[in-house]
């Protein structure tokens, strides 16, 4: 197709090898059509095979269309021109529904904020609904390892269409070994020359979500009423942006929303996620399920879609679906934190406790720029999920705060939040906090975690909101409340001396230390959602939940 400038994109047609017509489905990708992102979803011939055509468009500047691809940049007015077009495909029956996670989640969003008359309906999944806060940081922490392995990959392929075999093959080297300490000098040209608009740069030299340059990315929905399946995952990046999304439309839309949240990572969406297998249930329902979406609401077929709860969920432990008319909200649970001022080097040396403590104290925490605490799963590293992270807990610079066993299995569900009371004397630090079951058997395994930058000018206590999550945590295991002054790779190290601007160099960086204060005065504590049962039976895919599923590792 050609776009109202005259610039050619191209896209792989796949249609139904029968007579009639066909709704179409239209996902546009920057990593060259033919991945299809099949990484996660099934080939678009299995999609023809249901009857769609499917049509698979590389982006302005990617694969092999042309013009210069600017990072989300004309993907507003390129997409409209694009699903205008697939409109009028043949054997179209004129209607146009959009897939795809991640950037071909935001190519459906850029597309529909211009309202194509053919665009009926809309399938999100994994998206930085808000590029600032959903992808790029996380409060006010630079998301390295995500950015920087992102920008390598679309650079490493921007060499390779440029036939740039030297810095193709220096950025293909540097994605199976990303350089977080010292990139060469190679290899910053590298990236400098075939970063798309050089972003990675730009992302790095606005860490201010107020700043101006942040607003040419966010998509206009305030006229947009399309109905949309939004797909998450509990250890996704950019469950933030999902959920962001999803409860703007349930706020300034009237057609039908509806979300699902696996036990998944970025990718793949599977039943194996970091250490833990989830089972059977876990892996991806997504397919049939887009299937029946369109075949609603680009069909007018009767598929019982609109009689059925809205929302479900994965619950991560019983490792099943469960529905719920709306994302549920259960009684808030405040654990304080207690110690003997021993709990960076003792497992009993830290309680959580639902009592608060009647005496001060504090423990103190050394951050050393020379070995800091190592990312291990979670959200924002890779690899992405749920880890046995007994042997970091047992750091001197990792303090732990730890529940007796309980005596009923509960449910923690939605997003908890930590306030934490602090002394310290440098400029800036930064704080990650993870919760996390412990076994009977001394293993421990994360659960749901949060990182925030600080300027020492905010007020003490400060709160770090965790990632939300879905999960079951069965009688006689108890939770962790671990504490760092970093998580590396997943976000730089914070050399504590205030730099408002890109990554401090190693040799910047300071040893930092803090101190976490519990008492009557300074309780410390974290505050999550918990019930011993869930709103609604469990009518999910998986039937009866009652009893919890086999917990397999």
Known sequence: MYTRDGIRLDADVYTPDESGEFPVLLMRQPYGRKIASTVVYAHPRWYAAQGYIVAIQDVRGRGTSEGEFELFIREGEDGEDAVNWAAQLPKSSGVVGMYGFSYQGMTQL????????????????????????????E??????????????????????????????????????????????????????KYAPSNF??????HPDPQDSYWEQ????????????????????????GTLRLYRHCLTHSRAPQRL?????GHIPWCRRVGALDYGAEAASPVDELQVRWFDHHLKGRETGELSRPPVRLFIMGRNQW???????????????????????????????????????????????????????????????????????????DVITYTTPPLSQGCHILGEGRVLIYWETDVETFDLCVILSEVRPDGTVYNLTQGYKRIIRSVASPLEIPLQETACFV???????????????????????????????????????????????????RVIFNLSERLPLDPIGLAGDVSEPANRTE
């Not at 665009?119 to 999944?125: D, E, H, N, T, Y």
């Not at 994605?175 to 010292?182: A, K, M, V």
């Not at 990675?200 to 030299?205: A, G, I, R």
Request: with cysteine.
């Open 474 to 524: 069965p009688e006689g295991c108890g939770l962790r409340l671990s504490i760092s002054g970093a998580c590396f790779p997943a976000y730089p190290v914070n050399s504590g001396r205030g730099e408002g601007r890109g990554i401090p160099e190693f040799i910047d960086g300071q040893i930092i230390t803090l101190h976490i204060l519990s008492g009557l005065d300074t309780p410390s």
């Open 260 to 264: 699902l949240i696996g036990p998944w």
């Open 110 to 137: 850029y597309a529909a904020q211009n309202q194509p008359p053919a665009l009926k309906a809309l399938c999100p999944a994994m998206l930085a609904y808000d590029l600032y806060h959903d992808w790029a940081y």
């Open 322 to 396: 469960q529905d719920f008319e709306q994302l549920p909200q259960l009684s808030p649970q405040v654990y304080y934190c207690h110690s003997n001022g021993l709990a960076n080097l003792r497992e009993d040396g830290g309680q959580l406790l639902t009592t608060p403590p009647d005496s001060s104290q504090r423990d103190s925490l050394v951050h050393d720029p020379w070995r800091p605490v190592p990312a291990l799963g979670g959200h924002a590293a890779t690899p992405a999920g749920s880890f046995e992270r007994s042997v970091l807990d047992g750091r001197s």
């Open 200 to 205: 990675y740069q730009q992302w790095l030299y």
């Open 139 to 192: 409060n006010g922490a630079f998301c390295l390892q995500g950015n920087l392995g992102w920008a390598v990959q679309l650079a490493a392929e921007t060499a390779r269409l440029k036939g740039d075999s030297t810095a193709h093959k220096i950025l293909y080297s540097a994605s199976r070994n990303l350089p977080f300490y010292d990139p060469s000098p190679r290899f910053k040209e590298s990236l400098n």
């Open 217 to 240: 990315f966010t998509p206009d929905l305030s006229r947009v009423d399309l109905p949309m399946f939004h797909i998450g995952g509990w250890f996704d990046s950019y469950l933030r």
